[in-house]
């Protein structure tokens, strides 16, 4: 969601006021939190289904690219955001 005055140049918009530019991190933020439910919630499915098939519950392989793809983009920071991700991800038994 757009503020009225943002317009992009193809990333991030630009603003013309520290409010504007504020209610647009808002709104990042909440559609941020929305997909990390998603996610969770999925990843919580993939979990069940596959203890259900004999496996573990985490698979340590598919998390390693999941780290090096946030480690590509962002740089180190990145590993910092996805293993907090595959940590809020994993459910109960890691907390």
Do not use: F, K, Y
Not at 14 to 31: C, F
Not at 33 to 48: F, K, M, W, Y
Not at 55 to 67: Q, S, T
Not at 72 to 89: H, M, Q
Request: hydrophobic share 40%; proline share 3%; net charge negative.
């Amino acid at each position: 969601m757009q503020a009225t005055g943002a317009h992009t140049t193809g990333g991030a918009p630009t603003i013309s006021t520290i409010a504007e530019g504020r209610g647009l991190i808002d709104d990042i933020d909440a559609q941020l939190r929305a997909l990390l439910a998603n996610r969770r919630e999925l990843s919580s499915q993939i979990q069940t289904l596959r203890q259900g098939e004999g496996g573990p519950r985490i698979e340590h392989a598919r998390e390693n690219r999941i780290i090096a793809s946030w480690a590509d983009e962002l740089g180190p920071r990145g590993v910092e955001i996805a293993l907090a991700v595959l940590t809020l991800c994993r459910g109960a038994a890691s907390q």
